[in-house]
């Protein structure tokens, strides 16, 4: 297969919806990273994702939607889920709630599960492609599984070239990290994943603590695999000085080889990191260190995803419950 890439202009978005309408897959930009998409109520077309990804058949699909009428043909709302989606909508939150009966999607999409994960973007390009669809768009990241998430289209094209017809640039994702996810599917609010909102962001508009995800917790939401986002080589982390044979990402007052943020920034050290881990993964050292970033705010995230991207898979290849 030859791979297509198009610019995000209003042809290429036709042209995606095309492809979309009509059964295939592909590639194409959002604020968090870039997405492999397909028409979440075609079985086949979200099958191929998961062939494209090489992804676990357990592991869910989030479907991005354009508006709440789109999510709520999907899934029930509650009171709680409502306060999240007004405040965080469109943008880089997903919900995991209880699917509605008759939901128009694929049972491949939600691995079996009776509940759903829900996004609204907040990327035009993403919109615009789902407005013409017509209807819900699964889309998880588009690399093969487990590895670097892409935030450019050549991120895309380093994993998937020749595995999908077509991939939309829209130039560098704003964000450069997945969406937070929370679970509202009662006993109390889980935060399933760390993402581009901060926790304290999240409990704020809840009223309450989000509980983690617990040990050993049937995987629900994409990003809960104990080992995930891995770069190919090994990774070290906390690291102020660097051995000769690694690649050294600095962050404030440790420069490193190169900076996810010189002033010790963490939003921009959040969007800067895939492409950094990418860019370590090509500078034809041995290993990758990476210095150490404080645990608040949005440096939980970008915690998370080193650990997972460091650490090996266990015999269950679950969540850690962190």
Known sequence: MKTRLLPADEAGIAETVKVLAEGGIVAL?????YGLAADAANGQAVAAVYAAKGRPGFNP????VADRAMAERCARFDPLADRLASAFWPGPLTLV???KPGAPVSALVTAGLPTIALRMPASPAMQAVIRGLGRGVAAPSANASGRLSPTRASHVLESLDGRVPLVLDGGPCGHGLESSIVAITGGGPRLLRQGAIAAEDLE???GQPLLPASEGEKVAAPGMLLRHYAPRLPLRLDVVTAGPHEHHLGFGPVAGDESLSASGDLAEAAARLFDALHHAERSGKAAIAVAPVPRHGLGLAINDRLARAARGLDPAGFI???
């Open 29 to 33: 930009p959002t604020e968090t990273v």
């Open 61 to 64: 699909l989030i479907v991005h």
């Open 97 to 99: 709630l209880p699917l």
């Open 204 to 206: 704020r508009i809840a």
């Open 320 to 322: 850690d419950g962190k």
